[in-house]
């Protein structure tokens, strides 16, 4: 315990180094700004509905893919036809009924559409284990970090809403089917622990304070199909994302998402995420890394991570010109580990998936259900 005030002094101090502008090489005073985009509309088109699945997969707190950025940069890209149906989407209800909802995709006034690009292990921990564990309700229960959620599937979710979760697809659903328990989905959020009726006022300030999980149902899930037509091949990682719903309000400030810069436009090429780490039980782990590669639905990095962060929100803090003050924002989602060969060198990466602008107006009118709300990324 002696050490627990040192973490937090030197998380403090990392807090603050995020929250400054940053010092261009000629010394003047730059802001990492955040980009202005022509988002394109995804509308529903038709709905199906489908048999209710039989919710038999085993749930998967990590996937993989041999197919790396060098691999992905030399994918044809998509036809228009192909990428409406890899953004159509499956939703499943709490009762268990899905359906299937196929999508349009159009461009309002002027600017170019977007079109979308194109052995299993333990995430690593690269030489010094760099993540943090998060004490304390100071910090549980303050923004950025109250944003993060756990999935009873053993996943981590985001926030985005005021009833809204983004998380990993794989977390909910194998390629094939919904994994077990997603039926009767559920979404902690941690709180402190009630001692003999009165809260944990008098405990020690010395001691972290115990914290447990407060359950949610989730109302609805949605998942791309190009998730589920995909996860055998190599396309499947760039849509390894979905939203849930939950039942009720949350309470919480949530975190927007936003559509993911390049890398180099990114703060000191950076991204941060918290999420619910297995060699970490009970326990909100924090990190940061410098982004290594990416293509145009995926960012490589070396973040330290375990199974169970997946589906972390992937963020960073940028300059918001229009409104003139600093912004998180969620550019990408966790998913899970790659082997890279490199110039015929085998190289490991964590992989997150990136918001593009078409994947930011799906999941924007996910949220919304009106596309005029959706119109800034």
């Known amino acids: 315990m002696a050490g627990i005030p040192g973490l937090l002094l030197l998380l403090v101090l990392l807090l ?27 509308l529903p088109q038709s709905t199906l509905h489908l048999a209710k699945p039989d919710f038999g997969a085993e749930a998967k707190l990590e996937v993989s893919s041999s197919c790396g950025p060098q691999c ?14 890899y953004l159509s989407y499956e939703t499943l209800y709490a009762n268990g009924s899905r359906t299937e909802t196929q999508v349009g995709i159009y461009v309002l006034s002027s600017g170019g559409g977007e079109s979308s690009g194109k052995s299993r292990r333990k995430r690593q921990i690269y030489g010094y284990d760099s993540r943090f564990s998060i004490f304390g309700k100071d910090f549980l229960l303050n923004y950025p970090f109250s944003t993060s959620v756990k999935l009873s ?32 989905l559920r ?29 949610i149902r989730v109302k609805r899930t949605h998942v791309p199909k190009g998730w589920i037509k995909g996860n055998a091949n190599d396309i499947g990682m760039d849509y390894d994302y979905a939203l849930l719903e939950l039942k009720k309000l949350h309470q919480r400030k949530f975190m927007k998402i936003g559509v993911s810069p390049p890398a180099k436009q990114l703060p000191g090429g950076r991204i941060h995420f918290s999420g619910y780490d297995n060699d970490r039980l009970g326990n909100l782990v924090y990190r940061f890394c410098d982004v290594k590669d990416e293509t145009y639905d995926l960012l490589y990095q070396q973040c330290d991570a375990q199974p169970g962060a997946s589906g972390s929100g992937v963020y960073v803090r940028m300059w918001k010109k229009q409104q003139q ?6 550019i990408g989602i ?44």
């Open 72 to 85: 992905h940069k030399g994918t044809p890209l998509p036809t228009y036809e192909e990428v409406k149906q």
């Open 325 to 330: 003050k600093w912004e998180r924002k969620i």
């Open 153 to 184: 599937t053993g996943c981590t979710g985001t926030l985005v809403s005021e009833k809204h979760v983004l998380t990993a697809a794989h977390c909910i659903h194998d390629g094939k089917t919904y994994v077990k328990g997603t039926q009767k």
């Open 16 to 42: 603050l180094l995020c929250a400054v502008g940053q010092v261009s090489p000629s010394g003047a005073h730059w802001k990492p700004t955040w980009p202005a985009y022509r988002l394109p509309v995804i």
């Open 334 to 377: 966790f998913s899970g580990h790659q082997w890279v060969d490199m110039n015929g060198s085998p190289q490991d990466f964590n992989v997150a998936v990136r918001i593009t602008p078409l994947k930011y107006a799906q999941i924007c009118y996910w949220i919304k259900g009106n596309y005029l709300d959706c119109r800034e990324g």
């Open 187 to 215: 979404v902690g959020f941690l709180k402190p622990k009630v001692k003999d009726g009165r809260g944990a006022k008098n405990s020690s300030a010395a001691v972290p304070e115990k914290m447990k999980f407060q359950w």
